[in-house]
């Protein structure tokens, strides 16, 4: 049986093309794990700051979940789900997504801050700095925790204009 029959037998059974597009994405987000591991995380090795090492080491799951959050959403599609269930799924599944994001920015974020308040605080002989860091930090996670809920109400047809 030549390639193009396989091809075409998967593209014509709606569940086995579904399910080779959620193993498709399974398999993408383990190469990006793999390569983020193997290859990223030797060439952040190599620089003089800890920070790129850091991000990566703390963002490649949260990247890999969403790459395999966004295989899931395609994979449903050509199953031929009911409208108002697969709006509801398609909505969880955003929103999964939205929260993966935050978390990645407020992972950066905290890495960030740590690394810039540990050079202040070493040029700097008061508690000051010491003691508004952690403030600095929380407020960050706030902030952003709050505009990734602003990005996840529109998904669920929250209307956000009236409430800013």
Do not use: C
């Not at 990645?104 to 960030?112: A, E, K, N, Y």
Request: proline share 4%.
């Amino acid at each position: 049986m030549p390639f193009s029959e396989y091809i075409n037998y998967i593209q014509q059974n709606k569940y086995i093309y579904s399910l080779v597009l959620l193993a498709t994405f399974y398999i993408l987000s383990k190469l990006v794990v793999f390569v983020s591991k193997k290859i990223i995380l030797n060439i952040t090795k190599k620089t003089k700051t800890e920070i790129d090492d850091l991000i990566v080491k703390r963002t490649i799951k949260p990247i890999s979940l969403i790459l395999l959050l966004i295989g899931l959403r395609l994979a449903l599609l050509p199953l031929g789900i009911k409208q108002d269930v697969m709006g509801i799924v398609e909505h969880i599944i955003s929103s999964l997504i939205i929260i993966g994001v935050t978390y990645i920015g407020i992972v950066v974020f905290g890495i960030l801050i740590d690394n810039w308040g540990r050079k202040i605080s070493e040029r700097t002989n008061s508690d000051v700095d010491d003691q508004l860091l952690p403030v600095i930090h929380k407020f960050s996670k706030i902030f952003i925790s709050i505009l990734g809920l602003l990005f996840i109400f529109p998904v669920w047809g929250i209307q956000i204009g009236p409430l800013l």
